[in-house]
């Protein structure tokens, strides 16, 4: 592995300190919302305020207010135009997703130039496990998207710290996200960075004291068969995030062992979902997804 980055191991023992020391510093440091943004979060995180409290102080902002209202309408929570008010908003999502979702959407775009693939990534896995919730009935469906919008966090504090990092940096980030698509990143985010998108991921999640589930649902969304959150919502994260590769139905039948890991696979034979099903949900979310990039991305 240290021949690929013409790196000794002591380079990467240092690289490993480092991101420690990031971790244990920095998080609360590289994603600093806008000022309107902090201000909307503290009026949030007063326990008493209203939700036409908050409206009130979100509408006083045209962009932030826009951008709610676009993102709680898009086909990821499946409400597609029925919201016409913050306070609707607030109510259909529940206070404590949409702030999740506020602090997220900036560092997803940030993420951008860094692994290109990332946003788009989000929100088609918020849109598959949103349809996963609805077809096995559960009650958190915003929830559950929230969560799929999300899972993938840590990969845009490790991308911030190796950009840092000068070339060596960039090489590593290229190797782990941009040539494989990080589809089978977390054994080599261990080998190489000491730690693994999932546990910073949870860090950050709860640095930006997101809703406990939440956080659960981030640090097992790679392990939903033996991590103590084992239940349908973990579930949901995981089929949305594999069938989220697909870009059509058909392409599921001809390259499935080529896109999904063998671990990955198996796992997904353990569910009770006929390849049937999960050729129709990757239709939708690619159907969804098209809209989606036309409304909001
Ligand atoms: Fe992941
Ligand atoms: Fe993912």
């Given at each position: 592995m240290n021949n690929i980055f013409n790196s000794s191991q002591q380079n990467l023992e240092n690289l490993q300190r480092k991101l420690k020391h990031f971790e244990k510093f920095e998080l609360n440091k590289i994603f600093i919302p806008s000022e309107e943004v902090i201000k909307l979060l503290s009026t949030i995180n007063i326990e008493e305020t209203t939700?036409?409290?908050i409206a009130r102080l979100v509408e006083k902002d045209k962009n932030l207010c826009i951008r709610i209202l676009k993102i709680a309408n898009s086909p990821v929570f499946g409400f597609s135009g029925r919201i016409t008010s913050i306070e609707q908003a607030l109510l259909l999502l529940g206070v404590k997703v949409l702030r999740a979702v506020i602090l997220t959407l900036p560092v997803l775009r940030k993420s951008r130039q860094f692994i290109p693939h990332l946003e788009d990534h989000s929100f088609k896995v918020g849109t598959g496990a949103r349809i996963l919730a609805e077809i096995s009935e559960l009650k958190n469906i915003s929830e559950v998207a929230?969560?799929?919008?999300?899972?993938?966090?840590?990969?845009?504090?490790?991308?911030?710290?190796?950009?840092?990092?000068?070339?060596?940096?960039?090489?590593?980030?290229?190797?782990?996200?941009?040539?494989?698509?990080g589809k089978a990143g977390l054994q080599k985010e261990r080998e190489i960075l000491g730690t693994d998108h999932v546990e910073i991921g949870e860090k950050l999640a709860k640095t930006w004291s997101f809703p406990e589930r939440l956080i659960k649902l981030i640090s097992s969304h790679h392990n939903p068969v033996t991590s103590e959150n084992n239940g349908i919502e973990t579930k949901c994260i995981y089929i949305a995030n594999l069938l989220s590769y697909f870009n059509s139905p058909e392409e599921f039948d001809k390259r499935k062992p080529e896109i999904l890991p063998e671990e990955d696979l198996e796992i997904l034979n353990l569910f009770e979902i006929s390849s049937s099903e999960m050729k129709r949900i990757i239709e939708d979310i690619n159907k969804e997804w098209l809209t989606l990039k036309e409304l909001f991305l």
């Open positions: 939700f036409e409290e929230t969560a799929g919008i999300v899972h993938d966090l840590g990969k845009t504090v490790i991308a911030e710290f190796l950009v840092r990092e000068g070339e060596f940096g960039k090489k590593i980030l290229k190797y782990l996200y941009i040539d494989k698509k």
